[in-house]
């Protein structure tokens, strides 16, 4: 990977080489004109291989755009944005959607289908890549729901699972392809407070296992324990 940093830069705590996302001078605004409006400032940010961080701060924050910045799910706009050593800033669809592919996300709204049941609900993440088979598919989709405590539920359909059931599904989805990161917005934030710290325990534990770097965005004071790194944004500046 290319060198980033100086000796002297605070924000890398590991390893170049195990540097996922690697952030300098980041700006971004929403609309133009007279009603453009800047919601990050000068960004500085580093997350390394296998680490959980939380990200904490107050709503219309940035929390979220710097999220989606992260996900490749929008454009940068300013400064330098790596991810997994690619610049995102200028990247073209297709190298957005490629990195994408090395990322699994999950949000406050598990977004699972109701039309498929929870083996295929993470069964459809897993087709997207290739190079597994269709069998291999569903094997992979059975093994992550019994890893997440799933295993007698792999044919109940949305409907017919709790809040929580709902957002382990969300997490197998996740991790079933063995992302390099993963992306959490709010994935606790209309669980009580049992379940939402049984499926960040569980994302914790699998992604470690898989190695994969963890962001969580969230307002949840009851999960901090989970992170390696606590970080703050307010008003658009990290704190």
């Given at each position: 990977m290319?060198?980033?940093?100086s ?12 540097v ?11 609309g133009e004109g007279?009603l ?30 710097l999220?989606?910045l ?9 400064g ?11 990247a ?21 289908l ?5 083996r295929?609900?993470?069964q459809?993440?897993?087709e ?48 079933v ?5 993963i ?6 934030a ?30 949840d004071?009851?999960i901090l ?13 990290l704190?």
């Amino acid at each position: 990977m290319q060198t980033l940093f100086s000796n002297t830069d605070t924000n890398n705590e590991g390893n170049l080489e195990n540097v996922m996302v690697a952030i300098r001078n980041l700006n971004h605004f929403y609309g133009e004109g007279a009603l453009k409006k800047q919601i990050l400032f000068d960004i500085n940010l580093t997350l390394n291989k296998g680490e959980v961080v939380i990200l904490k701060g107050p709503s219309g924050s940035g929390k979220t755009t710097l999220l989606t910045l992260m996900g490749a799910l929008r454009s940068a706009q300013s400064g330098s944005l790596q991810v997994f050593g690619k610049e995102m800033m200028g990247a073209k669809k297709r190298e957005l959607v490629k990195i994408r592919r090395f990322i699994g996300y999950i949000f406050q709204a598990h977004n699972l289908l109701e039309c498929l049941t929870a083996r295929q609900n993470v069964q459809m993440s897993i087709e997207l890549h290739p190079e597994y088979s269709t069998s291999q598919a569903k094997a992979r989709a059975i093994a992550m729901l019994n890893a997440v405590g799933l295993g007698e539920h792999l044919d109940y359909y949305p409907h017919n699972l709790s809040g929580g059931q709902k957002q382990r599904v969300a997490i197998a989805r996740a991790l079933v392809s063995h992302p390099k990161m993963i992306l959490a917005d709010e994935p606790t934030a209309s669980l009580d407070s049992k379940s939402g710290h049984d499926v960040v325990d569980i994302m914790q534990r699998l992604a470690k296992e898989q190695g994969s770097t963890i962001l969580i965005v969230t307002h949840d004071n009851r999960i901090l324990d989970v992170a390696d790194r606590i970080i703050e944004l307010e008003d658009g500046h990290l704190i």
